[in-house]
């Protein structure tokens, strides 16, 4: 079974630039969510898709961030404009159904803003 | 809202000891505790998940307990191994329904050879 696959692996931009991430989630997995994790935390939840319906997205930084999920299946998270702060790993991670609570990670995507 | 406390200081140990990380939590009763490990540069891997009602868990080498009354779960690792060097992170149900999870800084690991 393939696992969650993120792309770009590493990103350097200025600050004020936008940038994109992209998820491939495991297949059939219905759930689907990004991470925010900063050197030395835990990850935090930013966003949370049900198919691709958004479930939850009350920590996302909604006048910066953007998140969307077509057809329910790859993700996209966007950053625009980006700040100095939002230097971080990106994680997605997916979950197979309502009966699991186990989340699948993939690899993050290390974002540098300078 | 929820908190959660986990070591940050770094946990050295000598290969064979049995490692044995804390994860206390501030507020409510989860329905559910996981550990995760993560290794540098990768995302965190699911280990085990012990429930509200569930006072240990076993898997392998790995033991978990869960006591509601102290707020507080245990990670056990026994006979470890250098490759068992890694974050662990514990992580709850954020109470809230939806499978939402609060995540914690993860304490460090290291088994020396």
């Known amino acids: 079974e393939a696992g969650v696959a993120q792309s770009p692996r590493y990103k350097i931009i200025e600050k004020r630039q936008s940038v994109a991430f992209w998820c491939n989630p495991i297949?059939?997995?219905?759930?689907l969510y990004w991470y925010q994790q900063i050197l030395g935390q835990g990850p935090k939840l930013l966003i949370q898709?049900?198919?691709?319906?958004?479930?939850?997205d009350s920590q996302l930084p909604k006048d910066r961030f953007s998140a969307e999920r077509l057809k329910g299946v790859d993700s996209t998270l966007k950053i625009q404009p980006a700040k100095l702060e939002d230097s971080a790993v990106y994680l997605c991670?997916?979950?197979?159904?309502?009966?699991?609570?186990?989340?699948?990670f993939g690899p993050g995507t290390r974002l540098t803003v300078t | 809202s929820q908190k959660i406390e986990q070591n940050s200081e770094a946990l050295n140990i000598q290969e064979g000891k049995t490692a044995t990380l804390t994860c206390n939590y501030t507020?409510?009763?989860?329905?559910?505790l996981q550990w995760y490990r993560q290794d540098p540069g990768r995302g965190p891997v699911f280990l085990l998940l012990?429930?509200?009602?569930?006072k240990e868990k076993r898997k392998e080498r790995l033991k978990v307990t869960f006591d509601t009354t102290l707020k507080q779960s245990l990670f056990h690792i026994t006979a470890s191994q250098p490759a068992d060097s890694a974050t662990y992170l514990c992580?709850?149900?954020?109470?809230?329904?939806?499978?939402?999870?609060?995540f914690g800084a993860g304490t460090r690991l290291f088994v020396k050879a």
């Open positions: 507020n409510y009763s989860p329905a559910y």
């Open positions: 991670a997916s979950r197979p159904d309502r009966a699991s609570y186990e989340q699948y």
């Open positions: 297949s059939g997995h219905a759930t």
């Open positions: 898709f049900q198919n691709n319906g958004v479930v939850d």
């Open positions: 992580a709850l149900d954020m109470g809230t329904g939806g499978f939402k999870t609060i």
């Open positions: 012990i429930r509200e009602n569930e």
